[in-house]
Protein backbone atom coordinates (compact mmCIF):
# COMPACT_ATOMS: atom_id res chain seq x y z
CA UNK A 1 0.00 0.00 0.00
CA UNK A 2 2.06 2.86 -0.85
CA UNK A 3 0.88 6.50 0.36
CA UNK A 4 1.99 8.91 2.72
CA UNK A 5 0.56 10.04 6.16
CA UNK A 6 1.31 13.38 6.93
CA UNK A 7 -0.33 16.14 8.80
CA UNK A 8 -3.42 18.11 7.87
CA UNK A 9 -3.16 21.69 6.17
CA UNK A 10 -6.71 23.80 6.18
CA UNK A 11 -6.13 24.19 2.58
CA UNK A 12 -7.37 19.84 2.96
CA UNK A 13 -10.97 21.18 3.71
CA UNK A 14 -12.02 20.59 0.31
CA UNK A 15 -10.79 17.06 -0.21
CA UNK A 16 -11.52 15.73 3.54
CA UNK A 17 -15.13 17.42 3.58
CA UNK A 18 -15.40 15.30 0.15
CA UNK A 19 -14.96 12.20 2.53
CA UNK A 20 -16.76 13.22 5.66
CA UNK A 21 -20.18 14.66 4.06
CA UNK A 22 -21.89 11.03 2.94
CA UNK A 23 -21.61 10.20 6.55
CA UNK A 24 -23.74 13.48 7.31
CA UNK A 25 -25.71 13.26 4.67
CA UNK A 26 -26.49 9.27 3.87
CA UNK A 27 -25.49 7.49 7.53
CA UNK A 28 -26.02 7.95 11.38
CA UNK A 29 -22.42 7.44 11.63
CA UNK A 30 -22.54 11.64 12.44
CA UNK A 31 -24.86 13.54 14.31
CA UNK A 32 -24.63 16.54 12.39
CA UNK A 33 -27.84 16.74 10.28
CA UNK A 34 -25.89 19.01 7.43
CA UNK A 35 -22.37 19.10 6.22
CA UNK A 36 -20.45 22.00 6.84
CA UNK A 37 -18.77 24.60 4.62
CA UNK A 38 -15.40 24.24 3.34
CA UNK A 39 -14.84 27.43 5.12
CA UNK A 40 -16.44 25.89 8.44
CA UNK A 41 -14.52 22.42 7.99
CA UNK A 42 -11.00 24.64 7.35
CA UNK A 43 -11.92 26.07 10.65
CA UNK A 44 -11.88 22.78 12.28
CA UNK A 45 -8.21 21.74 11.03
CA UNK A 46 -6.72 25.15 12.13
CA UNK A 47 -8.99 25.03 15.73
CA UNK A 48 -7.65 21.24 16.69
CA UNK A 49 -3.92 21.28 15.25
CA UNK A 50 -3.90 24.59 17.72
CA UNK A 51 -3.59 21.65 20.44
CA UNK A 52 -3.95 18.15 18.50
CA UNK A 53 -2.75 16.15 15.73
CA UNK A 54 -4.78 15.77 12.83
CA UNK A 55 -3.48 13.68 10.16
CA UNK A 56 -4.02 12.81 6.21
CA UNK A 57 -3.61 9.30 4.66
CA UNK A 58 -3.30 10.16 0.76
CA UNK A 59 -2.20 8.15 -2.17
CA UNK A 60 -1.21 9.72 -5.48
CA UNK A 61 -2.36 13.13 -3.97
CA UNK A 62 -5.57 12.04 -3.05
CA UNK A 63 -7.08 11.85 0.55
CA UNK A 64 -8.29 8.59 1.35
CA UNK A 65 -9.13 8.97 5.43
CA UNK A 66 -7.97 11.36 8.40
CA UNK A 67 -7.85 11.11 12.20
CA UNK A 68 -7.59 13.34 14.44
CA UNK A 69 -7.54 13.87 18.37
CA UNK A 70 -9.69 16.92 20.79
CA UNK A 71 -10.33 17.30 24.10
CA UNK A 72 -12.52 14.83 25.70
CA UNK A 73 -13.61 17.34 27.80
CA UNK A 74 -13.11 21.28 28.45
CA UNK A 75 -11.96 21.62 32.17
CA UNK A 76 -8.02 21.57 32.52
CA UNK A 77 -7.86 18.82 34.79
CA UNK A 78 -9.12 16.29 31.59
CA UNK A 79 -6.18 17.23 29.69
CA UNK A 80 -4.68 14.11 29.21
CA UNK A 81 -7.26 12.14 27.98
CA UNK A 82 -8.32 12.82 24.28
CA UNK A 83 -11.01 11.75 22.46
CA UNK A 84 -10.34 10.21 18.55
CA UNK A 85 -12.51 10.66 15.58
CA UNK A 86 -11.51 9.07 12.25
CA UNK A 87 -13.46 8.93 8.49
CA UNK A 88 -12.42 7.03 5.90
CA UNK A 89 -13.44 7.46 1.83
CA UNK A 90 -15.87 4.65 1.11
CA UNK A 91 -13.75 3.09 -1.72
CA UNK A 92 -11.21 2.99 1.39
CA UNK A 93 -12.28 1.10 3.85
CA UNK A 94 -11.12 -2.26 4.77
CA UNK A 95 -8.01 -1.64 4.10
CA UNK A 96 -6.34 -0.62 7.51
CA UNK A 97 -6.05 2.93 6.78
CA UNK A 98 -7.87 3.20 9.75
CA UNK A 99 -6.43 1.19 12.42
CA UNK A 100 -2.63 2.72 10.82
CA UNK A 101 -3.92 6.36 11.56
CA UNK A 102 -4.97 5.49 14.94
CA UNK A 103 -1.79 3.83 15.56
CA UNK A 104 -0.07 7.01 14.34
CA UNK A 105 -2.33 8.90 16.73
CA UNK A 106 -1.68 6.96 19.97
CA UNK A 107 2.39 7.62 18.89
CA UNK A 108 1.80 11.45 18.87
CA UNK A 109 -0.54 11.56 21.76
CA UNK A 110 2.18 9.77 23.52
CA UNK A 111 4.90 12.31 22.35
CA UNK A 112 2.01 15.07 24.06
CA UNK A 113 1.35 13.19 27.25
CA UNK A 114 -1.94 11.64 26.91
CA UNK A 115 -2.40 8.85 29.01
CA UNK A 116 -6.10 7.54 27.97
CA UNK A 117 -7.75 7.84 24.58
CA UNK A 118 -11.62 7.63 23.90
CA UNK A 119 -13.89 6.61 21.30
CA UNK A 120 -17.61 8.12 21.17
CA UNK A 121 -19.64 5.28 18.35
CA UNK A 122 -22.80 5.64 16.78
CA UNK A 123 -23.99 1.50 18.50
CA UNK A 124 -25.41 0.48 15.07
CA UNK A 125 -21.72 1.28 13.50
CA UNK A 126 -20.33 -2.18 14.20
CA UNK A 127 -18.02 -1.76 11.83
CA UNK A 128 -16.30 1.14 13.85
CA UNK A 129 -16.78 -0.76 16.92
CA UNK A 130 -15.11 -3.87 15.70
CA UNK A 131 -12.05 -1.66 14.64
CA UNK A 132 -11.73 0.02 18.51
CA UNK A 133 -11.66 -3.31 19.99
CA UNK A 134 -9.05 -5.04 17.61
CA UNK A 135 -7.17 -1.88 18.62
CA UNK A 136 -7.50 -2.53 22.62
CA UNK A 137 -10.40 -0.51 23.01
CA UNK A 138 -13.09 -1.36 25.81
CA UNK A 139 -16.36 0.00 26.42
CA UNK A 140 -16.84 2.27 29.43
CA UNK A 141 -20.00 3.11 29.03
CA UNK A 142 -23.50 3.32 27.17
CA UNK A 143 -25.75 6.50 26.14
CA UNK A 144 -29.39 5.47 25.23
CA UNK A 145 -31.48 6.89 23.21
CA UNK A 146 -28.80 10.04 22.67
CA UNK A 147 -29.47 10.87 19.32
CA UNK A 148 -32.36 11.05 16.71
CA UNK A 149 -31.98 10.80 13.33
CA UNK A 150 -33.00 9.30 10.15
CA UNK A 151 -35.94 8.81 12.19
CA UNK A 152 -34.88 7.02 14.88
CA UNK A 153 -33.36 7.25 18.30
CA UNK A 154 -29.39 6.00 18.26
CA UNK A 155 -27.68 4.83 21.03
CA UNK A 156 -23.99 5.31 21.12
CA UNK A 157 -20.81 3.56 22.71
CA UNK A 158 -17.90 5.35 24.68
CA UNK A 159 -14.87 3.22 24.28
CA UNK A 160 -11.80 3.95 26.45
CA UNK A 161 -7.86 2.50 25.92
CA UNK A 162 -4.98 3.91 28.36
CA UNK A 163 -1.74 4.43 26.13
CA UNK A 164 0.40 5.57 28.37
CA UNK A 165 0.82 4.80 32.43
CA UNK A 166 -1.18 7.06 35.37
CA UNK A 167 2.03 8.30 37.12
CA UNK A 168 1.56 10.97 39.76
CA UNK A 169 1.87 14.54 39.31
CA UNK A 170 2.21 14.41 35.51
CA UNK A 171 3.67 17.72 33.27
CA UNK A 172 1.39 19.80 31.94
CA UNK A 173 0.16 18.75 28.07
CA UNK A 174 2.65 19.79 25.36
CA UNK A 175 0.61 21.11 22.64
CA UNK A 176 0.74 20.02 19.16
CA UNK A 177 2.57 22.62 17.70
CA UNK A 178 5.54 22.70 20.56
CA UNK A 179 5.96 18.90 19.81
CA UNK A 180 9.57 18.03 17.98
CA UNK A 181 8.45 18.09 14.52
CA UNK A 182 11.60 15.54 14.22
CA UNK A 183 9.97 12.80 16.62
CA UNK A 184 6.65 13.61 15.17
CA UNK A 185 7.79 13.16 11.33
CA UNK A 186 9.68 9.53 12.50
CA UNK A 187 6.40 8.80 13.85
CA UNK A 188 4.33 9.17 10.61
CA UNK A 189 7.12 7.15 8.78
CA UNK A 190 6.89 4.44 10.70
CA UNK A 191 3.14 3.57 10.33
CA UNK A 192 3.33 5.30 6.39
CA UNK A 193 5.64 2.16 5.92
CA UNK A 194 3.14 -0.06 7.67
CA UNK A 195 4.07 -0.33 11.86
CA UNK A 196 0.93 -2.28 12.19
CA UNK A 197 0.35 -4.43 14.39
CA UNK A 198 2.11 -2.62 17.60
CA UNK A 199 2.21 0.84 18.66
CA UNK A 200 5.72 2.18 17.07
CA UNK A 201 6.55 4.33 20.25
CA UNK A 202 5.09 3.40 23.02
CA UNK A 203 8.34 3.60 25.32
CA UNK A 204 9.50 6.80 23.62
CA UNK A 205 8.90 9.97 24.45
CA UNK A 206 10.17 13.75 25.67
CA UNK A 207 8.65 14.15 29.07
CA UNK A 208 10.72 12.70 32.01
CA UNK A 209 8.46 10.72 33.20
CA UNK A 210 7.37 8.47 30.18
CA UNK A 211 10.45 7.39 29.33
Known sequence: MAGVLRVAREEDAPGLLEIYAPYVEQTVVSFEYTAPTVEEFARRIRETLARHPYLVWEEKGRPLGYAYAHPYAARPAYQWSAELTVYLRQDARGKGLGSRLYGALFDVLRLQGVRTVYGCVTAEN???VAMHHALGFQEAGRFHQVGFKQ???LDVLWLEREIAPHRESPQPLVP???????????VLRA???????????EDEGPLPEMP
Open 126 to 128: QAS
Open 151 to 153: GRW
Open 176 to 186: FPQLDRAQVDR
Open 191 to 201: WEEGAKGKDSL
